[in-house]
């Protein structure tokens, strides 16, 4: 598969994620009835930043993965690898904030910081 092929898989998924955590916020303001904040109900503020922070996380992730793959078209296997980590690290962050599960979010958070890491050193590798 080409850098760009598992780079579109990846933003797809992260799409479709992104959207499911998007869906939960707005489910769960129809619920509260409540349009802007999160009227005092820790399940919206969770939503809220779930999504947020996922958004936050995929956006330079992304942007990462595709000048990876413009730089370095052929198949990579780091690439697909911090492909995969970040995917894996974002769905359980997600469910750990939900569940409460600290110590799950803290890791899933520290595996999320080494998949991009990863995928800036091996851009910065493309670059010389």
């Known amino acids: 598969m080409t850098a760009a092929a598992t780079v579109a898989i990846t933003l797809v998924l992260l799409a479709v994620l992104l959207t499911g955590l ?3 916020v707005s489910r769960l303001r129809l619920r509260h009835r409540v349009s ?5 109900h820790k399940d919206l503020l969770a939503a809220m930043r779930a999504h ?4 936050e996380q995929s956006t330079l992730f992304g942007l990462l ?5 413009l730089l370095a078209p052929g198949a990579s296997t780091a690439l697909t690898v911090c492909c995969a980590l970040f995917l894996l690290a974002r769905a359980v962050h997600a469910w750990a904030l939900f569940t ?3 110590p799950l979010r ?7 910081l080494l998949a991009q890491i990863g995928l800036l050193i091996l851009l910065l590798g ?3």
């Open 52 to 55: 947020g922070n996922c958004l």
């Open 65 to 69: 993965a595709l000048a990876f793959a």
């Open 106 to 112: 803290q890791g899933a958070h520290g595996l999320s």
């Open 36 to 40: 802007f904040g999160d009227g005092g």
């Open 126 to 128: 493309h670059l010389r």
């Open 100 to 102: 409460r599960r600290l």
């Open 22 to 24: 998007s869906l939960h």
